[in-house]
T-cell receptor
């Protein structure tokens, strides 16, 4: 597995507050992804990055922004959290020469 | 959107039974990759297998086997002699070559293996 950590692992916040989730990898993988997991929907892509400062939207990007200033870190920001963003968030990475995404342990976010 | 469908939302078996998890996918790509991931009760996502669309040979790994049928767009997963530790949610996924290699996941199949 790629060395992928996510922080925090659990967070409870209130509607309207900003939230930032961090994904850190030690494998020097080029590609990084943020997915959310909701019951009945499997995992859906929020944003992805194909290099430092290079990011693009996924299928459920509304209300989220991302940044990647270093190869090893990919940040997901909820500018103003809403209850619909209560979910489990997974980060994944993929090397340029591999075809497999490996996932971090997940962050459980609850927006009250 | 090119979907991945796992029609079985929950399956319950008794230990030592064989069980097959179905996966049907849509794709317009000529070449693509398919995956299976396991999510045990602890919540992490564990990579199980990657299959290239060029290779239609079935694959076996211990008690796990995979049947890839390009003609029916199916990539089914069989566990032989199931064990309680196999209890998990299993996800089938396909790479979307046109969107940064994002994975499109099926909804998952929850497998419960009872002793």
């Amino acid at each position: 597995d790629a060395g992928i950590t996510q922080s925090p692992r659990h967070k409870v916040t209130e509607t309207g507050t900003p939230v930032t989730l961090r994904c850190h990898q030690t494998e020097n993988h080029r590609y990084m992804y943020w997915y959310r997991q909701d019951p009945g929907h499997g995992l859906r892509l929020i944003h992805y990055s194909y290099g430092v400062k290079d990011t693009d939207k996924g299928e459920v990007s509304d209300g989220y922004s991302v940044s990647r200033s270093k190869t090893e870190d990919f940040l997901l920001t909820l500018e103003s959290a809403t209850s619909s963003q209560t979910s489990v968030y997974f980060c994944a990475t993929q090397g340029a020469l591999t075809d497999t995404q490996y996932f971090g342990p997940g962050t459980r976010l609850t927006v009250l | 959107a090119q979907k991945v469908t796992q029609a079985q939302t929950e399956i319950s078996v008794v230990e030592k039974e064989d069980v097959t998890l179905d996966c049907v996918y849509e794709t317009r790509d000529t070449t693509y990759y398919l995956f299976w991931y396991k999510q045990p009760p602890s919540g992490e996502l564990v990579f199980l297998i990657r299959r290239n669309s060029f290779d239609e040979q079935n694959e076996i790994s211990g008690r796990y086997s995979w049947n890839f049928q390009k003609s029916t767009s199916s990539f089914n997963f069989t566990i032989t002699a199931s064990q309680v530790v196999d209890s998990a949610v299993y996800f089938c996924a396909r790479v979307n070559n046109n969107a940064g290699n994002m994975l499109t996941f099926g909804g998952g199949t929850r497998l419960m293996v009872k002793p």
